[in-house]
């Protein structure tokens, strides 16, 4: 049986919403609270103190799963002092995937992420965008940007690169513009 649509949800995210309910009514799995509804994903915790992120989007779904398919190969748990989740399971047919909750510091969002390639973007556009991300993080851009590179290492590019998707944890005590712009 579904659950109920949440009161607000906004309507863009309804399908994922009973997508997420089918799958957890067909694993027995119990949401406790919202997370987050950002533009691609409806997260959720779960009774078993997992995150349950459902997806509007297939390709952005794919994305987001080989990125945590490949961390998961190479056993990463962390970039640097950022925790990253892990990944617990996933599902083709309702686009959703359970990954451990992360406390801040943490990096998650790994939809808009580019595997074994750069994005593509010239020189010029790279410079604006990290003039940009600059501006976002203000004093703490080298330890993001440092966090981006270890990510690299591993040959995963990330490209949706804002607070909220890198979380310190202390944000209402710095800079005035730490709360979700893109
Ligand atoms: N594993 C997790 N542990 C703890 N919090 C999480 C986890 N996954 C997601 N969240 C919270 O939910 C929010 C939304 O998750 P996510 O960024 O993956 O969704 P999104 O729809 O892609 O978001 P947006 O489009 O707004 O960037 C995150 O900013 C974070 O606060
Ligand atoms: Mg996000």
Same mark, same amino acid.
């Given at each position: ?70 961390? $998961?190969?190479?056993? %990463?748990?962390? #970039?640097?002092? =950022?925790?990253?989740?892990?990944? *617990?399971?996933? &599902? @083709? ?46 004093? $703490?851009?080298?330890? %993001?940007?440092? #966090?981006?590179? =270890?990510?690299?290492?591993?040959? *995963?590019?990330? &490209? @949706? ?22």
């Amino acid at each position: 049986m579904n659950n109920p649509r949440p009161a607000g949800l906004p309507e863009i995210h309804s399908e994922s919403w009973d997508r997420l309910s089918r799958y957890c009514s067909v694993c027995g799995i119990e949401l406790v609270e919202q997370f987050g509804w950002g533009y691609e994903g409806l997260v959720y915790s779960t009774v078993s103190k997992s995150a349950i992120k459902a997806f509007r989007h297939r390709e952005l779904y794919e994305n987001e799963l080989k990125v945590y398919l490949r961390l $998961r190969d190479h056993a %990463v748990k962390a #970039a640097h002092e =950022f925790a990253v989740p892990r990944l *617990i399971s996933w &599902n @083709d047919e309702f686009l959703v995937i359970e990954m451990t909750i992360v406390s801040p510091p943490f990096i998650l969002d790994f939809a808009g992420a580019y595997l074994d390639k750069r994005p593509p973007f010239d020189d010029e556009q790279l410079q604006e965008w990290e003039e940009q991300k600059m501006e976002q993080f203000e004093d $703490r851009w080298p330890i %993001v940007r440092s #966090a981006l590179s =270890f990510f690299k290492g591993h040959g *995963i590019y990330l &490209n @949706d690169v804002k607070p909220g998707n890198v979380t310190f944890g202390d944000e209402d005590s710095w800079g005035s513009d730490a709360s979700g712009r893109s």
